[in-house]
């Protein structure tokens, strides 16, 4: 018995074509057109300026270049270029200092601060349709030199608040702070105003001290300030904190002096002292007492040292007759010798 023929080719089910019409989606994708860009421009004013177009299509007629970032308004056409015959156009809005080339590109001479704003630039191919890109143009003052302010440069160490301030007379720019001529490191003590003009450290310290900067700048051109210098000065352990140096050497003085004015009074009270009982001494080996009397005339030891006092007595006499003022009173003195043996 023969078998059945079987068809050379099976038919596919349904969602076997989905899942190949999948397939190929994802394996091919049409090609991405990409858009046509103008790049912005920073300039600084009196600069040339050259706008560059990325990305132009190709089979291309001509330019129009426009001032905003609408092409809609031919009052705002600068200038236009055909590119069969090389030739510019100029537009109502053009100056004069435009100049497009071949390839798209539109040179600004002179740029001014009334320059800065949008342009498009506008491509016609040569079906007609056209595409278009915007760019921005930025024109910048050179910064000024700027300059710090401080209420003092001269601190003392956890006592005082620096107060710095960065002063220019330019708008629209960025400041930063330098220290050492190195970027500065905020730390909790330090605090910035906003738009970073003014810096206050609270409270200083001596690692603080050392040279302060401040610079501005705006996306064209930058500028340091001098530096300033602050002196941050600390009390050391052998000091009185918050006492100046007048004051330090005062105390010093008046403790020197109290220290002197002490020991003269002690000297005096000691000299005092002593030569009161040197006094006292001799009144006592002046005056003979009753036991040495009796002693006198008993002992006769043959080793006892003779002793011999000597005292003196003043008498003053005065005669019963009326001295005469020629002749003063006459003083005599009687020496008198006890032998003690």
């Known amino acids: 018995m023969e078998s059945p023929s079987v068809p050379a080719h099976r038919r596919l089910v349904p969602w076997q074509e989905l899942l190949l019409a999948g397939s190929l989606l994802i394996f091919w994708s049409p090609p991405i057109t990409q858009q046509l860009t103008v790049v912005s421009i920073n300039a600084t004013v009196g600069e040339d300026v050259l706008f560059h177009a990325h990305n132009l299509p190709g089979d291309l007629v001509g330019y129009n270049w426009f001032k905003g970032e609408s092409t809609e308004n031919e009052n705002r056409s600068i200038a236009s270029y055909v590119i069969g015959n090389e030739s510019t156009i100029t537009g109502p809005a053009g100056s004069g200092r435009e100049t497009i080339y071949p390839n798209g590109s539109l040179l600004f001479q002179k740029v001014t601060q009334e320059d800065t704003g949008y342009y498009t630039l506008q491509v016609i191919k040569r079906n007609l349709r056209s595409e278009r890109g915007t760019g921005q143009l930025r024109v910048y003052q050179p910064v000024g030199k700027p300059s710090i302010r401080a209420r003092n440069s001269t601190v003392t160490e956890h006592k005082d608040t620096v107060v710095l301030t960065c002063l220019t007379n330019d708008t629209g720019i960025s400041i930063r702070w330098l220290f050492n001529k190195q970027s500065l490191w905020l730390t909790d003590r330090m605090k910035l105003s906003q738009g970073n003009s003014i810096l206050t450290i609270d409270p200083v310290r001596r690692e603080d001290g050392g040279s302060y900067q401040c610079e501005v700048s705006n996306p064209v051109s930058s500028c340091k300030s001098d530096p300033l210098w602050l ?52 009144l006592t080996e002046h005056k003979p007492s009753a036991s040495n009397h009796s002693q006198g005339h008993s002992d006769n030891s043959p080793n006892k040292i003779n002793e011999v006092t000597y005292s003196s007595l003043n008498f003053n006499v005065q005669e019963s007759q009326k001295p005469t003022s020629a002749s003063p009173s006459p003083t005599e003195t009687v020496y008198s010798q006890v032998r003690r043996k």
């Open 231 to 282: 002196d941050v000065q600390y009390v050391s352990a052998s000091q009185h904190p918050g006492l100046s140096d007048g004051a330090i050497a005062g105390i010093v003085i008046g403790v020197l002096a109290g220290i002197a004015l002490i020991a003269a009074l002690v000297y005096f009270l000691y000299i005092r002292k002593t030569g009161g009982a040197s006094d006292q001494r001799d």
